[in-house]
């Protein structure tokens, strides 16, 4: 077991304080050992920790947290500043890896201002603590560290250009390791390496255009040199931008070279760099890219767009780079991301925007005015709009079906197998009428059980599966296997069949479907992969309001899932085929 002669003696900033330059650097290649014990075994994000650990170090050696107030952009860089604030154990103990999460947390700790798992917000909150500090008349210094990946968000330019006519302390980090999650895409980063190339002296200054006063460090690597630049702006009395160049991965080969693999790592083998394999199955993202990469190849009208998470919904490198002119990554800008694909619409591109579902949130303006009050055939396609695959609270994307299908003018659809994934996604590519939004199912690729149409025109028309009776079982997109095994439960425990309904439509009502039903059921029960309050079981239970029939909604209560698996949230809400099965027979009339 390694041994943390240092570290393990740290129990908050002030003994960071204690120890000479020398130490420092000791202290350094502790806690990158203690990254290792912790990423190779669970895995976490790789690359952004390993770069900042010299700055982290540095900041606490100058500046007096939690008087001081950081504020860590994304927070997927703070794994160093835990460490520093009284929580190393639960990096270099293996049996406390449990105790905290992957971002800031105020209420793990007082250092920790804020619980952020998304991007681009550093420095608009820390905007927000510098008038709360002027106003109550408190002391100290604000500092927003922000990574260069994250400046191209329309929220941190907002927070840049206020923070440059402010007129008190506040300190703005710019952690430039000339990388988003994939490469930088974005006008700014060409002055960034300019600023990079110059020592910070050429003429174009981005951050002093915006007002802000300036300082370059070359050496983001070396902590001397950083104690050296932050002792020169603590206690500033103006807001000022201290631009850092530090070197992502920093400490290891593999991370080092291959940056965008490394930015989130699963668990690995150190020595060789491989990792952990959950199988080797196909995954939505392997159909997706591949699907993208067949279409532009067939019609050089289709465009595909990313927000800077290419990686994760199947535009690894060579797919990308294949596309080549139909492959567009705005960088970190999901609002421009949309907006432009409405623009290709109205000119008669067929644009496609994928990314997660949690990102998708910052784009309920542009989906509702720019896109759907405008008939803009966009096709949206989400990945991770599901309790499946959860873990921080910052990451999940139940709230998607409340947030979208409630759009009017939306066609949002939940394939429930690879055969309709692709059939929906075939579909909304071509048609020139409405946005869809194609919700990637989470459980699994699974492959089809009953035929799948090619065509949805139709909105809101629900596939009727298996004729039953009595109770009927309304199970979207990825709980549809859920309602598979409810239906045979309910036969195999009552010796009566079950109508199993595929609605595929989460945006509507199959009204004339419903009054069948009511004709001769007792109960209709609704699962969906989502928050109940405005999602889809609600819409149901509304028309069903005045019908002599009893209607069950199986989803999620609103409130946040932090660090539960899906399986414990799952059958905390009774979500399972048990219980489900239970409450039909419970409900059916003698």
Not at 420 to 443: G, K
Not at 512 to 531: P, W
Not at 568 to 585: N, V, W, Y
Request: some cysteine; charged content about 25%; hydrophobic content about 35%.
């Amino acid at each position: 077991m390694m041994e943390y002669k240092l570290l393990s003696n740290i129990k908050g900033p002030d003994d960071v304080k204690k120890l000479s330059q020398a130490e420092l650097k000791e202290l350094a290649a502790e806690v990158r050992e203690a990254l290792f014990n912790r990423t190779t075994k669970i895995g976490g994000h790789f690359g952004p920790n390993f770069g900042a650990v010299e700055l982290t170090i540095a900041l606490h050696y100058v500046f007096d947290s939690p008087k001081d107030q950081f504020v860590f952009d994304v927070a997927h860089q703070t794994y160093t500043h835990k460490m520093l604030t009284g929580r190393a154990i639960a990096y270099t103990d293996d049996a406390h890896f449990g105790d905290i999460c992957g971002f800031t947390n105020p209420k793990e700790s007082e250092h920790d201002m804020f619980y952020i798992g998304h991007t681009s917000t550093s420095v608009s909150l820390a905007t927000g603590l510098a008038k709360g500090r002027d106003v109550t008349g408190k002391k100290g210094n604000v500092v927003a560290i922000i990574g260069d990946g994250s400046l191209s968000g329309g929220e941190a330019l907002e927070g840049i250009d206020y923070a440059g006519e402010m007129d008190t302390n506040l300190i703005i980090i710019v952690n430039d390791n000339e990388q988003s999650i994939a490469e930088n895409h974005g006008g700014l980063y060409k002055n960034l390496e300019q600023l990079r190339k110059s020592g910070g002296a050429c003429e174009i200054n981005l951050f002093k255009a915006m007002g802000l006063d300036y300082k370059y460090v070359e050496e983001g690597n070396d902590i001397e040199a950083l104690i050296k630049a932050f002792s020169q702006v603590k206690d500033i009395d103006h807001p000022i931008v201290v631009h850092v160049h530090t070197q992502k991965g920093k400490g290891y080969p593999l991370a080092e070279k291959n940056k965008e693999e490394w930015h989130y790592a699963i668990p690995f083998n150190r020595e060789t760099g491989e990792k952990v394999s959950y199988g080797n199955g196909e995954s939505y993202q392997d159909i997706f890219g591949k699907y993208m990469l067949d279409k532009i190849g067939n019609n050089d009208k289709v465009v595909c767009v990313t927000a800077a998470v290419p990686g994760a919904v199947g535009l690894e490198w060579d797919v990308r780079s294949k596309m080549g002119k139909n492959y567009i990554d705005v960088g970190i800008a999901e609002e421009q991301a949309v907006a432009m694909c409405s623009g290709i619409a109205k000119n008669g591109g067929k644009p496609v925007f994928v990314t997660n579902a949690t990102f998708a949130q910052r784009v309920y303006d542009q989906m509702t005015q720019d896109v759907s009050l405008n008939s803009s055939a966009v096709t949206t396609v989400l990945f991770s709009s599901s309790i499946y695959g959860m873990g921080d609270a910052t990451h999940i994307g139940i709230s998607a079906i409340g947030m979208f299908a409630n759009i009017p003018g939306v066609v949002y659809l939940s394939p429930t197998s690879r055969e309709e994934f692709l059939a929906m996604l075939e579909h909304s590519v071509e048609q020139n009428d409405h946005p869809t939004i194609i919700a990637v199912p989470c459980d699994g690729v699974n492959n089809m059980i009953y035929p799948v149409d090619s065509n949805y025109d139709k909105t809101d028309k629900y596939q009727v599966c298996e004729e039953g009776e009595k109770a009927a079982i309304i199970a979207l997109g990825d709980f549809f296997n859920i309602g598979v095994e409810t239906a045979k439960l309910v036969e195999a425990r009552m010796g009566k069949k079950a109508t199993l309904i595929n609605p595929r439509f989460a945006s509507g009502v199959d009204r004339e479907l419903l009054d069948r039903l009511c004709e001769d059921h007792d109960v209709i029960v609704t699962l969906e992969d989502g928050i109940l309050e405005g999602g889809f079981g609600q819409k149901i239970a509304s028309y069903l309001g005045g019908k002599n029939v009893r209607v069950l909604n199986y989803g999620f209560i609103k409130k946040f899932y932090d660090g539960m698996s899906a399986k414990d949230a799952l059958e905390e809400s009774r979500i399972t085929p048990d219980c489900i099965a239970q409450d039909i027979i419970n409900g059916i009339k003698a």
